[in-house]
């Protein structure tokens, strides 16, 4: 059982930077893919971005070119980099780690831009 641990979120203008840390209680080099979703109100759970075991990375398409994704392996975490923030933006942004047989889910944080 891996626990991950989402933080970093918090409000943010418009035009701003953040980075979101999620912190995994076993080796994310274990991991076939990991990667950050997102849930606003009005809307289902979406993909926001992700990395697989290989290093290839895909990204939603209202956020290519804003967010990067990356992980420390040496501290099992992975890192959201989020610029250039628009309104849009907003919701509670989960971590995500699946191998091929288990799917692990952090409790999310809040991320909220204003216009």
């Known amino acids: 059982q891996v626990q991950l641990v989402e933080s970093g979120g918090r409000l943010v203008q418009a035009g701003g930077s953040l980075r979101v840390s999620c912190a995994a209680s076993g080796s994310i080099r274990s991991m076939n893919v990991v990667g950050w979703w997102r849930q606003t109100p009005n809307k289902q759970r979406e993909l926001v971005a992700r990395m697989s075991s290989g290093g290839f990375t895909n990204y939603s398409d209202s956020v290519k070119g804003r967010f990067t994704i990356s992980t420390d392996n040496a501290k099992n975490t992975v890192y959201l980099q989020m610029n250039s923030l628009k309104p849009e933006d907003t919701g509670i942004y989960y971590c995500?780690?699946?191998?091929?047989?288990?799917?692990?889910w952090g409790q999310g944080t809040q991320v909220t831009v204003s216009s």
């Open positions: 995500n780690a699946a191998t091929g047989l288990y799917n692990y």
